[in-house]
């Protein structure tokens, strides 16, 4: 039998309720006031911050007698109107998780309260297959006009009667609930995440979160990575931008330009020449200047380091274990991008060693191209200049002795890589290192040969 991934609407893969999206689309086709029933704006602002609760839910019912009259027609016309509105306050990690659904082979549909005439234009745009939900009734006037007459055709779809539907819809559609999948916010919606084999709580209200933790079912946040943390919308990465000015600071004078290349909305991948220790506090700084909060890729050794490693988890850091291959880690960044994030790169890997160290020829891998190509996000280069006078390779500590006379470190930022075929990868990551290369000094490019000094400072601490 066939399997599906059943997906709830409000505070699950939209931000808050669609109830002021597709409102204002049927205010605006002229078909209700500002607000259809009164006291809805502050039963919407609780519901928000609390999720469902059976006065919103009342008002939900009610809808259907303030729809009487309405034309079939303009109403058709307005959740087109509404689903360009819905589709801009999707969660941004949903669309990363519809995918991944998908690639498991599951029939995506979506199953809300909310009338499926309103909604079915939304969940057309974001790919899915079927849609359960309420239904309006509607008779035809005298004049031969189609309207809805203030009735439901079959049930109220919410909490048993959501369920009651899509079994009904499984049956028919072949669909085994055993083995399919189910996600959600709201205590309400337990019958149904009860019955399918694959429940997971969304963002969920209070009361979802103690039955998913009581039950060990898994638990997702759609507006941050997995395991960021947040409290009255702020993050730990909010706070470690206040915390890396002090940083750097007393360590470097810092020239940073070209930072407005970093785009201010979406997906990007920052890729980065990587000369010392202290290079992520200069690259975090750059994204930070431009307004974003990047996530970085971590070595599991950092991760797994007591006190630091969960500081680190807690940025939204995404996991390197070189050991598996780096595929968790591919995969995790190319959520995080799908999710409209920054994913800072160093396609070098690691700071090159010896003679290698002053090859003017960047060499590196083709993580950053793939993840090009598979997301669809600009490749930003970024290069740096002078961190190793802070923290040079060879020693287990910045350098606190130059605080009078702090080293300069020169910090671009470019445009992004253009000509990326998106199929030759060794190609690709040549032209992206080569952008790289060329926002360094000209000191950078010349090829030379280093000092047995230069050399040992170049290498590991104890090598």
Do not use: C
């Amino acid at each position: 039998m066939a399997t599906a991934a059943i997906f709830d609407l409000d505070r699950t893969l939209l931000r808050t309720s669609s109830t002021p999206a597709i409102n204002a689309a049927l205010f605006e086709a002229g078909l209700v006031g500002r607000e259809t029933v009164p006291g809805q704006a502050a039963v919407l602002g609780f519901y928000d911050a609390f999720g469902e609760t059976l006065p919103s839910m009342a008002l939900a019912r009610a809808a259907a007698w303030a729809s009487r009259g309405w034309p079939v027609s303009e109403v058709a016309a307005a959740a087109r109107d509404a689903a360009e509105r819905l589709e801009a306050a999707v969660q941004p990690l949903a669309r990363a998780l519809l995918l991944r659904q998908r690639q498991a082979g599951h029939r995506l549909v979506l199953a809300t309260t909310t009338p499926a005439h309103l909604i079915r234009p939304f969940a057309e745009r974001l790919g899915f297959d079927d849609v359960v939900a309420t239904r309006y009734a509607t008779t035809v006037d005298p004049a031969g006009v189609q309207r809805y007459n203030g009735w439901l055709d079959g049930g109220f779809v919410w909490a048993w009667g959501k369920l009651h539907a899509v079994r009904r819809w499984a049956g028919a559609q072949g669909v085994a609930l055993d083995r399919s999948a189910a996600f959600s916010d709201s205590i309400y919606d337990l019958p149904l995440l009860g019955a399918v084999g694959h429940p997971t709580a969304v963002n969920p209200d209070i009361r979802l979160q103690a039955v998913a933790t009581l039950r060990r079912w898994p638990v997702l946040h759609l507006n941050s990575p997995a395991g960021v943390p947040k409290a009255l919308g702020v993050e730990p990465m909010d706070v470690l931008r206040l915390a890396m000015q002090q940083v750097a600071r007393p360590l470097a004078r810092l020239d940073m330009d070209g930072t407005g290349h970093v785009p201010r909305r979406g997906p990007a991948i920052i890729v980065a020449n990587h000369r010392s220790y202290f290079d992520p506090v200069v690259w975090l700084l750059a994204v930070f200047e431009a307004g974003r909060n990047p996530r970085s890729l971590a070595k599991k050794e950092l991760l797994d380091a007591p006190l630091i490693g969960a500081l680190v988890k807690a940025s939204g850091a995404i996991r390197v274990d070189r050991e598996g291959g780096g595929r968790d880690a591919y995969a995790a960044a190319e959520t995080a991008l799908l999710g409209g994030e920054v994913v800072i790169m160093a396609p070098q890997g690691t700071i090159p060693r010896g003679p290698a160290f002053f090859d003017p020829e960047l060499k590196g891998k083709t993580g950053a191209a793939r993840l090009a190509a598979a997301t669809g996000a600009p490749v930003i280069p970024l290069g740096v200049w002078g961190t190793e006078r802070v923290w040079p390779r060879s020693s287990r500590l910045p350098d606190l002795t130059q605080v009078v006379r702090r080293p300069a470190v020169r910090v671009r930022v470019g445009p992004p890589v253009p000509g990326l075929s998106g199929r030759d990868f060794e190609a690709d990551t040549a032209r992206i290192m080569s952008a790289i290369v060329d926002l360094l000094p000209a000191e950078a490019k010349v090829r030379r040969t280093p000092s047995g000094e230069e050399l040992a400072r170049s290498r590991p601490p104890g090598s």
